[in-house]
């Protein structure tokens, strides 16, 4: 899964709303709780709509800050989703923003049935935050 887009708002109005956990369910449409600290190495608890009674516990396993940010869960190389954010700064004030998930594993083939799609909640999170970073420009 992949988005990448032309954001209008600086790498730092991104970052901060990319690393304000207590207000994700506030202007993301996709997360319904999420909590823990957004920063190096912390785990987080994520509920998110399209897998409803469902917690998910990344751990935040790269932290650049205004540059990129890793989200890692599951246990490799049984099988593990990794979500990278990654924002580049344009020279005409907007910012270029990118997150890919990958999940891998061994058992992927065997567990992908099971899995609910995901494509249109990440399509969602990043219309959500575009939306929210025009609002706040």
Do not use: C
């Amino acid at each position: 899964m992949r988005d990448r887009d032309r954001r209008p708002a600086t790498p730092q109005r991104l970052w901060s709303l990319l690393t304000n956990a207590a207000d994700f369910p506030r202007w993301n449409s996709t997360v319904t709780r999420i909590t823990g600290t957004i920063g190096p190495g912390e785990r987080l608890a994520l509920e998110v709509k399209a897998a409803p009674g469902r917690t998910f516990k990344p751990r935040v396993t790269r932290f650049e800050p205004e540059h990129s940010m890793v989200w890692s869960d599951g246990f490799a190389p049984m099988f593990q989703g990794v979500r990278t954010f990654t924002l580049s700064p344009r020279g005409d004030g907007t910012t270029t923003f990118s997150m890919v998930e990958v999940l891998s594993g061994v058992m992927l083939p065997m567990i992908k049935g099971s899995l609910p799609d995901f494509g249109p909640a990440f399509e969602a999170y990043a219309a959500d935050l575009k939306r929210e970073a025009e609002r706040t420009a």
